[in-house]
């Protein structure tokens, strides 16, 4: 017998902008064992029964990382309980990646035919907002995971809808109901937008990550401050459907973590192509409402006025509501939850913590690598979280796309490696042409001069990110140059990059 429970304690955030149905619908009959034993009690002062439940595994969260976890342990044969108080899937399948690619994928695709001769597109085609909005509500399925369910009743994962929170030591109370569990606590409780402390910040309708991928409507105007990732993407996408988007990034350039000639492409791509007010260099001060919506004052002595702000400069992780001290534990500095490379927090085998939680790296395939890594460790089958030392692999998904795995030249050399930097024109191969002409771009790959081996790959131009994975193979197996060279690319695939890296390497 596999339920879902749900429990509302109180406002969350997708509450406000969702009309999230308790999926309770439910007890669906499966052909399984019983997987956890459960005891009723009364709760002291209340006329209601709650329950107390023992599972082997209780993963708070069920977002990628957590869900991937609590698969494995339920297929390795443990009785599992999982926790969330959103949508099952997280953050990255309503908020974040799925909806902000969905948005972005229309200009792709119009630019696309533009550059290739003989598609019945011009220069007066323009994009279908209405169709697009839809269409992203269907790829995030309107904000409904029932569809997620199936896969959990499956097998057997008992699902609690709510807030889970520390009771001490293996111990979860969610609502009413008190869990236990007899081997392991995973937490997987994800991120949220942060909110620096800007002036005025908090008198204003801001909006985060999650108001500007759901909108319903395109906005008039927009100010977007950060030039990393995701305000990028989104500066570009509400662009492409009509919005005029100031862009405020207070380095020298865009996408900061990347090599400079990636966010330079990217930002002359947003100004050029797109009609983006890029301004580098410039913070943003202070806030204050307007007739419009907001007037934004900037440390160079400028101000933007637009009918919304998105906030777009990081991530806070989903800790201080946890209850950590019951079990003894502390956050870092900035609220994440500190581990080993097993993925242990504080050396201890019972408690775990995976994805964004953890603060080593906020990437959603990273969550479901590590959820990998910790149930390898569960399961008595040692194993060490050790990508995020070489580097994520990282796509930005702007026209110029920026695909980049391992260090950039600059990290490389900060670490007192040799290195050596080899650029050639993404759009050089024969299989480039097929994308029109003058789609631009870099390919760079950093290679270590002492081994002969990449430690670096960055590649810019129009879609580029499925360039990215052979570059991780090579950087994580240390595949020498030399051998590379015997891995040979088809003609005439785009994937002739490597060709004419290699041959720019070896001339």
Known sequence: MVRTYWFVPGFNEASGN???????????????????????????GHDERVSEKTYDAIVLGA??????CAGRLADGGMSVAIIEPDL???????????PSKALLRPADLLGEARRVPGVPVDADSAL?????????????????????LPWLEERGIELFRGAGRFDG?????????????????????????????????????????????????????????????????????????????????????LLAREEPFAGDEVAAALRGRFGVDVRTGAELESVRPSDAG???????????????????????PHTAELDLDSVGVETDQHGFLETDDRLRVGGSDWLYAIGDVNGRALFTHFGKYQAWVACENIFGRSAEAIAEGIGPPRVTFTDPQVAAVGKTLAQAEEE?????????????????????????GVSR???????????????????????????????????????????????????????????????
Request: hydrophobic share 40%; proline share 5%; aromatic share 6%.
């Open 416 to 440: 007192g490696i040799d290195a050596r930097a080899i650029d050639v024109p993404t759009d050089g191969s024969p299989g480039a042409s097929f994308q029109g002409k003058d789609t631009g």
């Open 294 to 316: 907001v007037i934004a004052e900037l440390s160079n002595g400028g101000s933007v006025e637009a009918a919304e702000i998105l906030i777009a400069v990081g991530r806070t």
């Open 88 to 98: 099952i899937g997280g953050e990255c399948s309503y908020y974040a990646c799925m």
């Open 63 to 68: 977002g990628p990382a957590g869900e991937v």
């Open 169 to 253: 030591e293996r111990r979860i109370r969610v609502g009413d109901d008190l869990l236990s569990a007899d081997k392991v606590v995973v937490v997987a409780t994800g991120s949220g937008a942060a909110m620096p402390p800007i002036d005025g910040l908090d008198g204003v309708r801001a909006w985060n990550n999650r108001d500007a991928t759901t909108a319903k409507q395109v906005p008039e105007s927009m100010i977007v401050l950060g030039g990393g990732p995701v305000g990028s993407e989104l500066s570009q996408a509400w662009a492409s459907l009509g919005t005029k988007v100031t862009l405020v990034e207070g380095g020298e350039h």
């Open 445 to 507: 790959l950093v290679v270590d001069q002492a081994s002969g081996t990449i430690v670096g790959a960055t590649f810019s131009g129009y879609d580029t990110a499925d360039f990215l994975h052979a570059a991780t193979i090579a950087i994580v197996a240390e595949v020498p140059l030399a051998k590379l060279r015997h891995a040979i690319a088809a003609y005439p695939t785009r994937s002739e990059i490597w060709l004419k890296l290699l041959e720019k390497y070896e001339g």
């Open 18 to 44: 969702l009309d999230l149905q308790p999926f309770a619908r439910i007890d669906h009959v499966e052909a399984c064992r019983p997987r956890a034993c459960c005891f009723e009690l009364y709760a002291v």
């Open 128 to 148: 279908d907002p209405q169709a697009i909005l839809d269409r992203r509500d269907e790829v995030i399925h309107n904000g409904d995971d029932s569809a997620q």
